[in-house]
């Protein structure tokens, strides 16, 4: 029985699989620019980093290039970067005593160690880190965004299903003196990567924007140029800061494609593309990085806000970035289906389990385990 | 397939994946974090799929068969619940598990009638006709998953194909290209291909083969049991006994698979332990007997093994090489099935011999 065997499923390592990314002034009222990473889902209470992977934080300074219908970014070349890397703990096989340690590499040359699960984190050469297990801050009806997409019609209900209640990740917290640690700005990209450690390094994931690459990148129905690519994985592995020539074309056509069919959602055209067929956030959304604006004031509702003002071509207000708990899907459906011409649109779940704390490690801590092990 | 370059070793640090005591915790945190949706009824069809696939995971690294029931309950309830196509997929993999081959192709045309994609369908149906022993069809199947797409998974399928089909300077090729592809950090994926190459050099009477292979599965992931016991087999096939023991107690006590217990009971037979290898010989024909009114096509094979070696019962041994053989035509239930009609011919000419004296 134990034998037959008949070839390796695709098997993602969960600690590498990144799920969320943040990026936005210290709510503390400091100045300092926070920045978070959520990998491993749905974590159990055993879940740990792994000792093979490298979990990267990018930040290049970046400027507005252009506004109006071309809207885009210049972004810099003086890029720091934090490499976060863990090792096997010694009680590893042990629930209880298993304490993993860490430590972050700046590019700059300074590290800072920190223990796992120590909500006080690890703090030197103006960075304090902390990295462990806390309550999944993102809300979302899963389901329905499928129905949504199959049925060509918006499928929230009134009340919905939170796909992550009561769910935990591991995450990792960076809250950096940006004047100090930073180079230009206070305009900044911020990008996150998982990479497999070695004598060269190679990227597993990368992630900037939300939900770019599963409720917009996804669906390969809509997609006349590449219908049976499953692009995301070649999207992974490009570096967000020179997204290579050879794929853009086909990355430009599934943003182009699927945003236009989010646009006949509502039954009508908010979002007319241009000659060449090129929706107006595709560009913007292609610059797969948060872009944080350190010097503004911190909010808990600003995702895109900056992005918005480059299109209507005004100044933009607030941080930009993305707070933990934005409510980041009726934000997106928003945008994507009407512009914010028509009336919010609500997915039915306005609220994640716990809220995050405005304080040091922000995101609130784990939730209690919801059935027993089988 | 081409250009062959030379294996790094995982000695060297290469390819590096995530410490063995890490993946096993993770894997449990998947499983705890899936299960707990699946009881509370937020869980997705992709996740429910997905929790199938890490409990066999787990079954097969753990040597649990308490993970493969798990997982199928889980299927049943899924195709219960929803009638999904990734329903249907996931207890097409559990029929393929416990050997019920026909029952796992009825349900993947359902799955791909209702809307499971070509591909997959075709990698599903691959794996089947190679449990079937239909080598042919599985290997243009095998062939055309890496022309679409020559990755680490279609690679490592293949190569495990040719290795069961006993073409091993092939298969050692593949074994080593679809190792250069791999992209991953999981230890799963490596250390799965390693113990299926050590079955195949133990299958060939090629034991330090064997357990050099075995010994990289057991580097990467320490607590995989079956690697563990196989390693103790070809320590025991080279005179290495005592440390075959000492490798198998922990394994016959902590795992409800009987093949440790049986292999336990052969080598301390083998011995001369006979007190110690009886009791363990009761232990693996109560838990084979048991297991055997449930999963007969499952666990014939194994179960006629024991009753050939250690068991000491060449009839019923014969009674499930049949069953094996029936279920599966490849050569080794086939081989099975030739010692098993030896055995019983061996012991027929033996109680003639006897009347005749």
Redesign the interface.
């Given at each position: 029985?134990?034998?037959?065997?008949?070839?390796?499923?695709?098997?993602?390592?969960?600690?590498?699989d990144m799920s969320d990314v943040f990026a936005f002034p210290s709510p503390e009222g400091t100045k300092d620019l926070v920045m978070a990473m959520n990998v491993?889902?749905?974590?159990?209470?055993?879940?740990?980093?792994?000792?093979?992977?490298i979990y990267r934080f990018r930040v290049r300074p970046v400027t507005v290039a252009a506004t109006g219908s071309r809207a885009a970014f210049a972004v810099g070349s003086d890029e720091v970067s934090f490499d976060c890397l863990f090792d096997?703990?010694i009680d590893?096989?042990d629930?209880e005593r298993?304490v993993q340690q860490g430590r972050c590499n700046f590019s700059t040359g300074q590290v800072t160690t920190f223990q796992v699960n120590d909500e006080g984190g690890g703090e030197g050469a103006g960075v304090r880190v902390f990295a462990g297990q806390r309550s999944d801050p993102f809300f979302l009806d899963?389901?329905m965004v499928?129905k949504t997409v199959a049925s060509r019609k918006l499928a929230f209900k009134k009340v919905g299903?939170?796909?992550l209640?009561?769910?935990?990740v591991l995450s990792i917290v960076l809250k950096v003196d940006w004047p100090k640690v930073l180079r230009g700005g206070p305009l900044f990209a911020v990008v996150c990567e998982t990479l497999?450690?070695?004598k060269r390094p190679?990227r597993?994931e990368r992630l900037g924007r939300p939900e770019i690459k599963n409720v917009t990148l996804s669906w390969k129905q809509f997609d006349q140029t590449n219908r049976n690519l499953e692009i995301r994985d070649l999207y992974n592995s490009e570096d967000a800061f020179h997204v290579s020539s050879d794929y853009i074309e086909a990355y430009r056509a599934r943003f182009n494609a699927n945003l236009a069919f989010f646009d006949t959602l509502d039954g009508k055209v908010d979002w007319p593309l241009d000659a060449q067929g090129n929706h107006p956030l595709t560009n913007l959304l292609l610059a797969d990085f948060l872009v944080v604006d350190a010097s503004k004031e911190f909010r808990e509702t600003s995702y895109f806000e900056i992005e918005q003002a480059m299109l209507k071509d005004r100044a933009h207000v607030t941080p930009g970035g993305r707070w933990l708990n934005e409510d980041l899907m009726d934000f997106l459906f928003t945008l994507y289906v009407n512009a914010g011409n028509g009336p919010r649109i609500n997915d039915g779940v306005d609220a994640p389990i716990a809220w995050s704390s405005k304080v040091f490690p922000y995101l609130a801590p784990p939730n209690p385990?919801?059935?027993k092990?089988? | 397939m081409t250009n062959v370059h030379p294996m790094p070793t995982p000695s060297a640090?290469?390819?590096?994946?995530?410490?063995g005591?890490?993946?096993?915790?993770?894997l449990?945190?998947?499983?705890?974090?899936?299960?707990?949706?699946a009881?509370?009824g937020?869980s997705?069809a992709e996740?429910r799929l997905r929790l199938i696939?890490l409990?066999v995971?787990r079954g097969?690294v753990l040597?649990r068969?308490?993970?493969y029931r798990?997982a199928e309950q889980l299927a049943n309830r899924f195709v219960r619940k929803t009638g999904s196509a990734e329903s249907f997929l996931g207890r097409a993999r559990i029929h393929a598990?416990?050997?019920r081959f026909p029952a796992a192709l009825d349900d993947l045309n359902i799955a791909q009638a209702l809307s499971i994609d070509r591909t997959t369908a075709e990698?599903e149906r691959?794996?089947i006709f190679?449990?079937l022993g239909r080598y042919d069809e599985a290997l243009a199947l095998?062939q055309q998953a890496v022309a679409r797409c020559a990755?680490?998974?279609s690679l490592?399928?293949l190569a495990?194909?040719y290795a069961e089909r006993g073409e091993i300077e092939t298969a050692q090729q593949l074994h080593v290209e679809s190792q250069l592809r791999y992209?991953?950090?999981?230890p799963?994926?490596l250390a799965?291909?390693d113990?299926?190459f050590g079955?195949m050099w133990i299958h060939k009477g090629e034991c330090k083969k064997a357990q050099n292979l075995l010994q990289l599965a057991v580097q990467r992931l320490p607590g995989y049991v079956?690697a563990q016991?196989h390693l103790a087999e070809v320590e025991a096939e080279i005179g290495d006994a005592e440390h075959a023991v000492a490798r198998l107690y922990p394994l016959a006590m902590s795992s409800d698979?009987p093949?440790y217990v049986s292999q336990l009971a052969r080598i301390l037979r083998d011995l001369g332990r006979t007190e110690e290898s009886q009791h363990w010989c009761r232990l693996a024909a109560e838990i084979y007997s048991s297991l055997l009114v449930e999963?007969p096509e499952?666990?014939a094979?194994?179960a006629a093994e024991f009753w050939l070696g250690p068991g000491a019962n060449p009839h019923k041994a014969l009674e499930l090489a049949q069953i094996n053989f029936a279920t599966r035509k490849t050569p080794r239930s086939h081989a099975l099935l030739s010692r098993a009609l030896g055995a019983n011919e061996t012991l027929r000419s033996g109680i003639h011999g006897t009347d005749g004296l």
């Open positions: 029985m134990s034998d037959h065997f008949s070839g390796p499923r695709a098997l993602a390592d969960p600690a590498a491993f889902s749905k974590a159990g209470p055993t879940a740990l980093f792994s000792d093979a992977v096997v703990p590893s096989k629930d298993a899963v389901r499928e299903s939170d796909t209640y009561g769910t935990n497999a450690a070695g190679v597993i385990p919801k059935a092990p089988l | 640090g290469w390819p590096q994946t995530t410490d005591s890490i993946a096993a915790r993770n449990d945190a998947q499983i705890e974090g899936l299960q707990a949706d009881t509370s937020y997705t996740a696939d409990l995971l097969r040597g068969i308490a993970d798990g598990l416990f050997h990698e691959a794996a190679q449990g095998r990755s680490f998974e490592a399928a495990g194909l992209r991953g950090v999981s799963f994926p799965l291909l113990f299926q079955q079956p016991g698979d093949d999963y499952a666990f094979d194994h």
